[in-house]
């Protein structure tokens, strides 16, 4: 009785294995899913439709070898959409001005959103056509509403990353700016952009020219500082103290020295002081800051400083 309970025993556990193991032969056995190749800047591009009219435009520059190289790049990408608001035939647009356009969405290091700080950061673009052959600044604006560039274009979708550096999606073809485009984009130089709307002369449209100038541009913060000052000034006088931050040239941090004078469109001079801080002495003897310098646009450079200087033939 004994053997014949063990014998069952037996029976019933090689019953169960047999069991299991037609069960488990039944099963389908799950199709592996391959991993997506990795894919640089451009192939990420050409296969998302969205982009065919930026990846047409890149072909037709010669400039899809450029974004397929080793980087790492930061490349604003324009849509389709984006394209088409821009309200422009591209088949108009020459191949000298289509590159400058396309290479000032490139960055040469890879920038992700995580890498952009709060607030306003300048940044040098690919595109070597300011005067001189100086790299092209662009406006980075990082808020709690998100990312923008120059004040008219967003980023929509950030981070999409590439072998050769990472892609930003944009709502708008970012496009050079000359130094009064860059006065508008960054919310800093209202004051500055509304005084050369006043005063007579057409300085915007003066501004707006080949150049290329050198401006010094006092933020709204120095405006404010002689608020007093500016409402008793004649539209002339007006016109003298803003001339006054305009220099012929394309003068850059780099050629700056200590005890330089500055001959102004004005024709009066300000003379340059170099030390732990870059400062002006302007002809009353007052002293600003530079902030920022090297600011490129297309006909000219842009340096910043905290208070406006103040000729002496008022």
């Known amino acids: 009785m004994k053997n014949s309970i063990l014998n069952f025993g037996w029976m019933l556990m090689l019953s169960l294995s047999f069991v299991l193991t037609s069960c488990d032969n039944d099963d389908p056995v799950p199709t592996p899913i391959p991993e997506p190749e990795p894919m640089n800047i451009v192939e990420i591009a050409a296969g998302d439709t969205q982009f065919s009219t930026l990846v047409g435009a890149l072909q037709r520059v010669n400039l899809v070898s450029v974004l397929e190289g080793n980087g790492p790049f930061t490349v604003f990408a324009p849509t389709n959409d984006a394209f088409t608001a821009l309200g422009v035939d591209l088949a108009t647009i020459s191949d000298e001005d289509l590159t400058e356009i396309l290479l000032y969405h490139v960055l040469g290091a890879k920038v992700a959103a995580g890498d952009i700080a709060e607030g306003q950061t300048y940044v040098t673009t690919g595109a070597e056509t300011g005067p001189d052959d100086n790299q092209l600044s662009m406006l ?175």
Not at 182 to 205: E, Q, R, W, Y
């Open 140 to 314: 980075i604006e990082k808020s709690s509403a998100g990312v923008s560039i120059n004040g008219n274009a967003n980023v929509t979708t950030a981070d999409v990353d590439a072998t050769n550096g990472v892609i930003h999606i944009v709502d708008a073809v970012i496009v050079p700016l000359d130094v009064v485009g860059h006065a508008i984009a960054n919310s800093a130089f209202t004051d500055l952009v509304g005084a050369l709307s006043a005063a007579p002369g057409d300085l915007v449209s003066f501004l707006q020219g080949d150049g290329p100038f050198t401006v010094f541009a006092p933020v709204n913060d120095a405006f404010a500082e002689i608020s007093d000052v500016v409402e008793t000034l004649s539209g002339d006088q007006l016109a003298k103290v803003l001339t006054y931050h305009v220099a012929e040239g394309n003068v850059r941090s780099s050629v700056l020295t200590d005890g330089m004078e500055v001959t102004t469109v004005n024709t009066e001079k300000f003379t340059i002081n170099l030390g732990s801080e870059v400062t002006i002495t302007d002809a009353s003897g007052n002293t600003s800051t530079i902030v920022l310098t090297d600011v490129q646009a297309t006909n000219g450079v842009i340096h910043v400083i905290n208070k406006v200087i103040i000729p002496t033939n008022l």
